[in-house]
Every structure is written in C-alpha cells, then in structure tokens.
T-cell receptor
Framework: KNEVEQSPQNLTAQEGEFITINCSYS?????LHWLQQHPGGGIVSLFM???GKKKHGRLIATINIQEKHSSLHITASHPRDSAVYIC???????FGAGTRLTVKP | NAGVTQTPKFQVLKTGQSMTLQCAQD?????MYWYRQDPGMGLRLIYY???????DKGEVPNGYNVSRLNKREFSLRLESAAPSQTSVYFC???????????FGPGTRLLVL
C-alpha cells in the first residue's frame, strides 16, 4: 500500500517569502500530481511530473523518482497563494492529506 | 465547456435514506472518479471507471455503488446513508488513468 505523506501540515509565511512543500511516497510511481484546493473548495491541477522539474509562473515542482520525493516551491509568495496544496500518486490514486498554506500580507 | 459538473451542491439526508450523486463531464474523457474528502484525511478514492463500461473499487467503496451511464456521466449511489458518510464528495475525470485529473466543484453531504 502506497503511503503518500506531506510536510508540513500547516505553513504560515509572510508575503514575498520562498515556500517549500514536501511530498514523499513509499511505493515507486511513474508520475506525481500536485493540486491546489482553494479556500472555497475547488480543486485545480498544478503539475503532473514524472521526472526532473517543471515551472509555471512562480511555482516550481521537482521530483526525484529514485528517492520517492517531490517538492513544490513558490517564489515571491502572495496572499492569493493561500490554499491547500495536495500531492497525489496517479498510479494508485492515493493522495497526501494536504498542506494548508497561509500567506500574510 | 463546463468541464466537470456535479449535482447537487449540498444535501442533507437522514440515516437510512438513499440518494444518487450525479457527475458529468464534457471533455470527452475516458476515465472518471469519485472521491470523498474528510478533514485531516485527504482525498480518498471510492470508485473509478477507467473507461466506458468498466468500474472498479477504490480505497473506500463500502456503502456505495456506481454507474457509468455513458462516456459523459458517472453517478454515485448511497443505498442506505449512514452518518459516517457525511463528507464532501468530488468527481473527477481524465483522458486516461495516467493523465491529469479535472475536478468538479464538490457535493457537501450531511447525514443526520
């Protein structure tokens, strides 16, 4: 059974800070999904990656398949980045419990 | 394109009542999913349909049934609701089980 774990559970940052959210999983996978859940509840896909790094605006996701670890970075954080960030293994559709990020102005 | 739509948005049931949650997608996706989300637990897969005509159990299928009515629609049925089924239910779809999933807005269900 694949265990997907995220850290930290909660994260508070000041506007402009560099944010890192970590995700680790216990069983080898071929791809990892990063999702964002808005305060209103809606869930949107941020990245799907199977190797290396992907960048979209101020968001960067990296994955190390051998080490079973992925990170999501947010540069120059902004209050509108406040949300729950979720990583998921698509192979077996297992999700981390999420990291609640609050960015204060 | 509406993407993934779910009805109803909110429902209150009494223990033992039945209901069906509806989900439809207009992206011509092959795969569809039902998840529940509980505080501190993350999203958990209830059932999925890899393609039209197939359905498979996920992590927490007990107490639920599903129907892949056609390529667009995937419904979730609670035959006899229990308080433990109080949750937020999300439907999602993807072109295949290894592609990006697109989520509906969710249905908030309260079972008294």
């Amino acid at each position: 059974k694949n265990e997907v774990e995220q850290s930290p559970q909660n994260l508070t940052a000041q506007e402009g800070e560099f944010i890192t959210i970590n995700c680790s999983y216990s069983v080898g996978i071929s791809a990892l999904h990063w999702l964002q859940q808005h305060p209103g509840g809606g869930i949107v896909s941020l990245f799907m990656l199977s190797s290396g790094k992907k960048k979209h605006g101020r968001l960067i996701a990296t994955i190390n398949i051998q080490e079973k670890h992925s990170s999501l970075h947010i540069t120059a954080s902004h209050p509108r980045d406040s949300a729950v960030y979720i990583c998921a293994s698509l192979n077996d559709m297992r999700f981390g419990a999420g990291t609640r990020l609050t960015v204060k102005p | 394109n509406a993407g993934v739509t779910q009805t109803p948005k909110f429902q209150v049931l009494k223990t033992g009542q039945s209901m069906t949650l509806q989900c439809a997608q207009d992206m011509n996706h092959n795969s569809m999913y039902w998840y529940r989300q509980d505080p501190g637990m993350g999203l958990r897969l209830i059932y999925y349909s890899a393609s039209e005509g197939t359905t498979d159990k996920g992590e927490v299928p007990n107490g639920y049934n599903v129907s892949r009515l056609n390529k667009r629609e995937f419904s979730l049925r609670l035959e006899s609701a229990a308080p433990s089924q109080t949750s937020v239910y999300f439907c999602a779809s993807s072109s295949s089980t290894e592609e990006t999933q697109y989520f509906g807005p969710g249905t908030r269900l309260l079972v008294l």
